[in-house]
């Protein structure tokens, strides 16, 4: 899975940034607007906010902590005594950072997907498709603010 997918489905999953997730902090959260045209049932509504709820602390955890590893390697790669060993260290430790949050966007994509019925699960996935190309085609800031195509 590439980082724009993890980033992706995590964003789908604790709904951070998004309008359609926008709610009140006695109300239960509602699921993104495209799951909400799917047809769900409330059985099935119920069923992925659980998932959702379910992920959401762990996938929010694994991306602060991908950001600090991030920050960090950036902070040894500039560094004047940091060794090349250090560097590696950090840099796979920022890999394993990024296959568990891929590793936990998958699997709570597949657990609702089993919430679905095949017609449901067509539908999710092209609108799953939809999204990844427009996280795909949008201008990324490089380090330096300066913005670039993927």
């Known amino acids: 899975m590439?980082?724009?997918?993890?980033?992706?489905g995590m964003l789908l999953?604790?709904?951070?940034?998004?309008?359609?997730f926008a709610q009140l902090p006695s109300a239960p959260p509602s699921p993104p607007e495209f799951v909400q045209n799917?047809?769900?049932?409330?059985?099935?509504?119920?069923?992925?906010?659980?998932?959702?709820?379910?992920a959401r602390p762990k996938l929010a955890q694994l991306d602060r902590d991908?950001?600090?590893?991030?920050?960090?390697?950036?902070?040894?790669?500039?560094?004047?005594?940091?060794?090349?060993?250090q560097i590696r260290e950090?840099?796979?430790?920022?890999?394993?950072?990024r296959q568990q949050l891929s590793e936990t966007t998958i699997e709570s994509r597949l657990a609702i997907r089993e919430v679905l019925t095949p017609e449901q699960r067509v539908g999710f996935e092209a609108e799953m498709q939809r999204l990844r190309q427009s996280v795909q085609n949008r201008p990324v800031q490089n380090r330096w603010g300066a913005s670039e195509q993927p």
């Open 2 to 8: 590439r980082p724009y997918e993890a980033t992706l």
């Open 38 to 54: 799917l047809g769900l049932t409330p059985e099935q509504i119920q069923q992925i906010e659980s998932i959702r709820e379910q």
């Open 90 to 97: 950090q840099h796979r430790q920022v890999e394993a950072l």
């Open 13 to 20: 999953l604790i709904g951070s940034g998004s309008a359609a």
């Open 66 to 85: 991908l950001k600090a590893a991030r920050q960090t390697l950036e902070t040894l790669m500039s560094s004047a005594n940091a060794t090349e060993a």
